[in-house]
């Protein structure tokens, strides 16, 4: 199993930043995806971005794209999720997972990812 801790979630008033950490405390075969969702009340959890770590590419929600950015530090097992420029519509439980690839493409779907994170709630103010 793969065991994922997010921290760094909070209250931010729109115009701020945050940024995210999920820590990976064991590595499994064929995780070479990483990723962060999100879900929003009344709403279904929804891909914000993902990274392949065994190669570096990232892709991005729509809503996102310029305003977020994914990394991950191989050397300390950690991945990131640095927000910039929130807005209200950004306030949601963030969780953080780890799945296979399909060839060297990381899927912003959520039913690609086996192993999650206990998530980090985010809230944006206006």
């Known amino acids: 199993q793969v065991q994922l801790v997010e921290s760094g979630g909070g209250s931010v008033q729109a115009g701020g930043s945050v940024r995210l950490s999920c820590a990976a405390s064991r590595s499994t075969y064929n995780t070479w995806c990483r990723g962060w969702f999100r879900q929003a009340p009344g709403k279904e959890r929804e891909g914000v971005a993902t990274i392949y770590t065994a190669g570096g590419g990232t892709y991005y929600a729509e809503s996102v794209k310029g305003r977020f950015t994914i990394s991950q530090d191989n050397a300390q097992n950690t991945l990131y999720l640095q927000m910039n420029n929130l807005i209200p519509e950004d306030t949601a439980m963030y969780y953080c997972?780890?799945?296979?690839?399909?060839?060297?493409?990381?899927?912003?779907?959520?039913?690609?990812?086996?192993?999650w994170g206990q998530g980090t709630q985010v809230t944006v103010s206006s």
């Open positions: 997972a780890a799945g296979p690839p399909w060839g060297s493409t990381c899927y912003l779907m959520y039913e690609r990812y086996p192993y």
